[in-house]
C-alpha cells in the first residue's frame, strides 16, 4: 500500500471511446504527476501539478487532458486515443515540488490501457 | 536536455552472486539520483536515492550505489543476489533546482532460485 490509489488497474477502449484516469493520494502531499510507462522505453513524463496548478506539460497530445480538482485527486481524460497510446499509466504524488523536500515520489500501481 | 542510460536491458543471475547495473546520466551540474524498483504486479518504490555527502549510498535490502561524478555513473550494487530481488530497477535523476524526475528505460533482473 503506497497511499497512492488509481482507478480503474485495467481499462480496454476503442479509439472513439472517452474515458477517465482517476488518481487519488493520501499522504498530504502537494504534487501529483503522471507518466507513461511502455515497453523498452524509460518512463516519460507527461504532466505536473503542484498545489492543482499544473507546471508542467511535457508536450502530451491534446487527446490526453489532466484534471486536477485539488491536491488529493488528479484524473487523466482520453479521447479518441490511438493503438500506440496503450500503455501503463503511473500516477505519482511528492511532498512538494521543489525536489529538496524529499526528493521522493510515491506511485500508485499503473492503470493499464489497451486502445483497439 | 537531461538523460539516463541503463545499458543492460535483462541480467540473469544465480542466487548469491553479486550484481551490479550500470546507470550514466547527462547533466553538467548539480543532481540527484536514485533507484526505484518495481516488483512483479506491484508499484515502483525508492530503492535509495544520493542528495549530498558519502558517495556510496546504502538502501533497502543491502543495495548501495555509488556516485562516481567524473564518470556521471551511480551504479547499483548487491554483493549476493536473492530470488526475491527479481525485479525490474529505474535509474532516474533530478538535475538542478527544480528539475524534473527523469528515468532510465529500466534493467529487469530475473534470479534464478
Known amino acids: 500500500e503506497t497511499g497512492v490509489t488509481q482507478t480503474p488497474r485495467h481499462l480496454v477502449m476503442g479509439m472513439t471511446n472517452k474515458k477517465s484516469l482517476k488518481c487519488e493520494q493520501h499522504?498530504?502531499?502537494?504534487?501529483m504527476y503522471w507518466y507513461k510507462q511502455s515497453a523498452k522505453k524509460p518512463l516519460e513524463l507527461m504532466f505536473v501539478?503542484?498545489?492543482?496548478?499544473?507546471?508542467e506539460n511535457n508536450s502530451v497530445p491534446s487527446r490526453f487532458s489532466p484534471e486536477c480538482p485539488n491536491s488529493s485527486h488528479l484524473f487523466l481524460h482520453l479521447h479518441t486515443l490511438q493503438p500506440e497510446d496503450s500503455a501503463l499509466y503511473l500516477c505519482?504524488?511528492?511532498?512538494?515540488?521543489?525536489?529538496?523536500?524529499?526528493?521522493?515520489?510515491?506511485f500508485g500501481e499503473g492503470s493499464r490501457l489497451t486502445v483497439l | 536536455a537531461q538523460s539516463v542510460s541503463q545499458h543492460n536491458h535483462h541480467v540473469i543471475l544465480s542466487e548469491a552472486a553479486s550484481l551490479e547495473l550500470g546507470c550514466n546520466y547527462s547533466?553538467?551540474?548539480?543532481?540527484?539520483l536514485f533507484w526505484y524498483v518495481q516488483y512483479p504486479g506491484q508499484h515502483l518504490q525508492l530503492l535509495l536515492k544520493?542528495?549530498?555527502?558519502?558517495?556510496l549510498v546504502k538502501g533497502i535490502k543491502g543495495f548501495e550505489a555509488e556516485f562516481i561524478k567524473s564518470k556521471f555513473s551511480f551504479n547499483l550494487r548487491k554483493p549476493s543476489v536473492q530470488w526475491s530481488d527479481t525485479a525490474e530497477y529505474f535509474c532516474?535523476?533530478?538535475?538542478?533546482?527544480?528539475?524534473?524526475?527523469?528515468f532510465g528505460k529500466g534493467t529487469k533482473l530475473s534470479v534464478k532460485p
Open positions: 499522504l498530504g502531499h502537494n504534487a
Open positions: 505519482a504524488s511528492s511532498q512538494g515540488r521543489d525536489w529538496r523536500d524529499t526528493g521522493e515520489l510515491f
Open positions: 547533466y553538467g551540474g548539480t543532481v540527484n
Open positions: 532516474a535523476v533530478i538535475g538542478g533546482s527544480q528539475g524534473n524526475l527523469i
Open positions: 544520493y542528495f549530498s555527502g558519502d558517495p
Open positions: 501539478y503542484n498545489f492543482k496548478e499544473q507546471t
